[in-house]
């Protein structure tokens, strides 16, 4: 029998929605890769909205979480989605609990109590003028990076430089994470390491361009391959190493960077829909295909 896999999406990712983003590409390149890789296991993905109807979704044998970018928005709901699917019997990768520790960043301040290299964090409930001023002392740097806890792809955040006002009226009206800037960021790039079941498939680097710091690609970002110096590779594999789980998640993608110091820091443990750069990564739909697989039995 056919196995069939819900690849998780949401209206601005799949194809002939009229609300579909600018980066959406990225969900065709993952599907494709996936679905490559499951041609010879008699299994197929299809993207489909999370939100569908459940008795739809329940028809499939494993859900994966693959583009399903608007859940920060709605993420009690997208759990909630989760947890019948499993109720349903559908495997979910990741699984519910790993999703619902992921989905607030404060897991980051957990990771580093863990003994993870992490960047100083400060964690206000709701953030102002008044916050990014005092994270300007705290921090004793000239910028700073104010972000959602509950967030992905930069949707939200903002960056603020020392002498320059705040604009008037900004806010971040839920629970925040600000962080000084790090220069690494623009010179050598974000360093991305994607595991499958909690082994190495590839890496890469994503740099901004334009004079941006975000290096999304929705923002104009470039990607390059990377084979990792083996004190890098290490680094990441410490961090998966450190989740808190008896499993290895499905996929991860651990995104570090370097801070002033030299040591590579941990920006985040992506375990809910990360994308997971196929085409820098040759073999890796065939290795997330045996993985899904080996979890169907």
């Known amino acids: 029998m056919t196995k069939r896999i819900a690849f998780l999406a949401c209206p601005e ?13 990225e969900h065709d390149l993952y599907l494709d890769a996936l679905n490559a890789g499951l041609a010879g296991h008699d299994a197929v993905a299809e993207g ?11 028809g499939y044998h494993f859900a994966l979480l693959g583009t399903p970018w608007d859940y920060t928005e709605a993420k009690d709901e997208f759990l909630g989605r989760l947890g019948e699917l499993e109720a349903a019997g559908v495997v979910v990768g990741n699984p519910l609990a790993m999703v619902r520790w ?4 404060l897991y980051l301040a957990e990771l580093d109590r863990l003994g993870v290299p ?3 964090t400060l964690w206000p409930d709701s953030a102002g003028a008044a916050e990014i001023q005092a994270a300007f002392a705290h921090f004793g740097c000239d910028r700073v990076v104010a972000k959602r806890r509950v967030g992905a792809g930069a949707i939200g955040q903002s960056s603020f430089t020392r002498g320059e006002a705040v604009p008037a009226g900004w806010r971040i009206d839920q629970p925040t994470m600000i962080q000084p800037f790090l220069p690494a960021i623009q010179s050598e790039g974000e360093l991305s390491f994607i595991f499958i079941d909690g082994a190495f498939s590839h890496a890469l680097i994503k740099r901004p361009s334009g004079g ?12 390059v391959p990377l084979q990792p110096a083996a004190p890098d590779l290490a680094a990441a594999q410490a961090v998966v190493a450190r989740l808190p789980f008896a499993q290895a998640p499905l996929y991860a993608r651990i995104d570090m ?11 985040e ?21 045996g993985a899904i697989m080996a979890r169907l039995g």
Do not use: H
């Open 257 to 267: 960077v370097r801070r002033e110091d030299g040591v590579l820091a941990l920006i």
């Open 212 to 223: 941006d710091y975000r290096i999304q690609s929705l923002y104009g970002g470039v990607e």
């Open 102 to 105: 992921n989905a607030d960043k």
């Open 13 to 25: 990712t799949l194809p002939g929605s009229p609300t579909r983003r600018p980066d959406a590409f």
């Open 118 to 120: 992490s960047i100083p």
């Open 269 to 289: 443990a992506e375990l809910i829909e990360p994308y997971l750069y196929p085409e820098q990564g040759p073999g890796f739909g065939a290795r997330l295909a």
């Open 48 to 58: 489909v909205d999370w939100r569908a109807p459940l008795d739809q979704l329940a």
